[in-house]
């Protein structure tokens, strides 16, 4: 059911959250938007100026890794200048109350964690774009050390151990998704009694299985986005409005 007006979308939702046991959130690039980040899918979104390179181009070509990192340090100065915004602050409140035992998010960004959840409690599909690892043995470095080498010689670094490539800690296309990170936000579709879809177009795969998968596990289900998604018609309550003006009056004090 799609709520009429804001006010009672934040109505309906108030109720829910108040008989909800267990909630678990899905967030996706629509809740950091107000904090400055672009998404991928709205008009002037990353996607519509840079195509995306998948994992095997990474990895093959050394100029598909010199361009990631290039891409990936002009976006720095956005990516460190972020907040959290009233989607995550008012997820962290539910999540201190004890309603939230953890986060499911798409987004890669930290925000999750710097607004007060442990790193533990957000369970990250696509990873994390904050730090860098060696596709190869995993080994975890700091955006520093690749900026360094990478001003130094103008090109992506290899890892220090193993030679390998060296990429931000993200899910890539074509990327194997994160075995335990799956795993554990399919535990918790199906044991929460309220999933709350926030700021995700839905289109994503295998992301997008999991409102589905809540849903088909008993929990209701409640979509926040500006824009319709393909799971509308699945949802107990759809508030097709901003994000940070829904979520707003749950920030507390
Ligand atoms: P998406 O770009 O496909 O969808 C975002 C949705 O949020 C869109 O439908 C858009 O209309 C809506 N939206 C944007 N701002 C909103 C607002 N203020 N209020 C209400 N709705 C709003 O994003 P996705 O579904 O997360 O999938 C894209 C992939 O891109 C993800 O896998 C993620 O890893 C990655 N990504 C992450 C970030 C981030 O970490 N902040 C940013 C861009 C892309």
Not at 41 to 51: D, V
Not at 68 to 80: K, V, Y
Not at 209 to 220: D, I, Q, T, V
Request: proline share 6%.
């Amino acid at each position: 059911m799609i709520a009429s007006d804001l006010r009672s979308g934040v109505e309906q939702l108030g109720d829910m959250i108040a008989e909800a046991s267990v909630i678990v959130p899905f967030t996706g690039a629509g809740i950091s938007t107000e904090c400055g980040i672009p998404d991928f899918r709205s008009p002037g979104g990353l996607w519509t100026r840079n195509r995306p390179i998948p994992f095997d181009e990474f990895v093959a070509s050394a100029d598909a890794r010199n361009e990631a990192w290039r891409r990936r340090f002009a976006m720095e100065p956005i990516f460190a200048a972020a907040k959290p915004g009233r989607g995550h602050r008012a997820l962290a409140a539910l999540y201190k109350a004890g309603k939230i035992p953890a986060i499911v998010t798409q987004n890669i960004d930290n925000l999750h964690q710097v607004s007060g959840f442990a790193g533990d409690h957000v369970v990250e599909l696509h990873g994390n774009t904050t730090y860098a690892r060696c596709i190869g043995c995993g080994q975890a470095y700091d955006l520093a050390w690749v900026k360094q080498r990478f001003d130094a010689s103008g090109r992506a670094p290899d890892c220090a151990v193993c030679d390998e490539p060296v990429k931000t800690a993200t899910i890539s296309f074509g990327q194997a998704m994160p075995e335990q990170a799956m795993q554990r936000a399919t535990e918790l579709a199906q044991q929460c009694d309220l999933f709350v879809a926030i700021g995700s177009s839905l289109v994503v795969w295998p992301a997008a299985g999991f409102p589905l998968l809540a849903k088909n596990s008993g929990a209701r289900l409640v979509i926040i986005n500006n824009e319709p998604t393909e799971q509308d018609d699945l949802a107990d309550l759809v508030i097709r409005h901003d994000i940070g003006e829904t979520l707003g009056p749950f920030v507390g004090n």
